[in-house]
Nanobody, 124 residues
Framework: QVQLAESGGGSVQAGGSLRLSCVAT????????MGWFRQAPGKEREGVGW????????FYADSVKGRFTISRDYARNTLYLQMNSLKPEDTAMYYC?????????????????WGKGTLVTISS
């Protein structure tokens, strides 16, 4: 059974950095893609960034482009989200997700597996 577990959230001041981790267990193969989504209080969940495992290609939402970086340690089955130059509007619960079959990974309803989330709070 595939399970995703996020960690690394916390509270930092604006301009600071955090690195989130997502450990995937139960996989005997690489999923088609993995990504990070976030949901701020009172708002809908939105995509942050995605990694297509076959090509190791990454894509980012415009709101985080140039500040956030996704990487993966294949040996440790861990996906990372390095977040720099954090802003108060980055405050949200951050979720790791994975999609097994080919397709677009930017839509949360198309992802197959989800972690429980890790909370990121940015103060001004």
């Amino acid at each position: 059974q595939v399970q995703l577990a996020e960690s690394g959230g916390g509270s930092v001041q604006a301009g600071g950095s955090l690195r989130l981790s997502c450990v995937a267990t139960g996989y005997t193969y690489s999923p088609h893609c993995m990504g990070w989504f976030r949901q701020a209080p009172g708002k809908e969940r939105e995509g942050v960034g995605w990694l297509y495992t076959g090509s190791a290609t990454t894509f980012y939402a415009d709101s985080v482009k140039g500040r956030f970086t996704i990487s993966r340690d294949y040996a440790r089955n861990t996906l990372y989200l390095q977040m720099n130059s954090l802003k108060p509007e980055d405050t949200a619960m951050y979720y790791c997700a994975a999609r097994e079959s080919r397709g677009i990974c930017a839509i949360d309803s198309d992802m197959d597996h989800w972690g429980k989330g890790t909370l990121v709070t940015i103060s001004s």
